[in-house]
Structures are given as structure tokens and as C-alpha cells.
């Protein structure tokens, strides 16, 4: 099924993680397999553990919806040595990502 049957999860898939999830209930498995492998690559480049765990977890879900039970077995496998990872880190909690505050204008 292409977006264009269902525009109104094109956003909510572009919004990430959420979206994924959105797809997956919908049975839109391409289109979530796109999301999940951006977000792993994504996750991967910036040494972020928690999106990389939360990637592979949704891959494996989406081969078991699929009904490819190895495959799911090989996420989930990935999914877990991440986790033993992460927890093994000393630095397992990483300051969420802030925007910069805006500076409004005195007028002066």
C-alpha cells in the first residue's frame, strides 16, 4: 500500500518511532522496514544505543509479523546485545537533546 492511499500516516511516519509503531498495526511492512532501517542507520551514526535498541526491536517485530520467525530471532538477538551493552556503559543515561533557547528581542 503506498502513502498515497493513506496520506494521513505519512506523517506520523516521518515523526519516527511512533510512526514505525503506526505502520506496523497497519500492516504497512515495507514502509515500516524503511522507517526502522533509517532510524537504525541514524541511531548507528550517532552512537545512540536507546534508538538503535528501539530499531532493531521494531525489525524483529516486523519479521515476526511477517511470519519470519529466524530472522526476528536474529533482531531480537541484536536487540538484546545492545541492551547488555548499554547497561554495561558507564555512561548508560545521556542528557536529553535540547533546542536552542530563543532569544527574543528587548526592542532597545
Known amino acids: 500500500m503506498t502513502w498515497m ?4 500516516l505519512a506523517g506520523f511516519a516521518r515523526a519516527g518511532v511512533k510512526g514505525i509503531e503506526l505502520l506496523i498495526r497497519a500492516a ?4 515500516a522496514e524503511s522507517e526502522s532501517a ?3 542507520s541514524e ?4 552512537g545512540d544505543d536507546v534508538r538503535l535498541l528501539v530499531a532493531l526491536h521494531h525489525r ?3 519479521a515476526l509479523r511477517r511470519g519470519h520467525l529466524e530472522e526476528a530471532s ?3 538477538a541484536a536487540a538484546r546485545r545492545v541492551s547488555k551493552q548499554h547497561r554495561a556503559s558507564p555512561q548508560r543515561i545521556r542528557p536529553a537533546r ?3 533557547p530563543i532569544k ?3 526592542g532597545a
Not at 492511499?5 to 494521513?8: M, N
Not at 504497512?28 to 514502509?31: A, H, P, R, S, Y
Not at 541511531?43 to 550517532?46: D, L, P, S
Open 5 to 8: 492511499k493513506k496520506p494521513h
Open 28 to 31: 504497512e511492512f515495507d514502509e
Open 38 to 40: 533509517a532510524l537504525e
Open 43 to 46: 541511531a548507528r551514526a550517532e
Open 60 to 62: 524483529g517485530r516486523i
Open 74 to 76: 536474529r533482531w531480537n
Open 98 to 100: 535540547r533546542a536552542s
Open 104 to 106: 527574543l528581542s528587548t
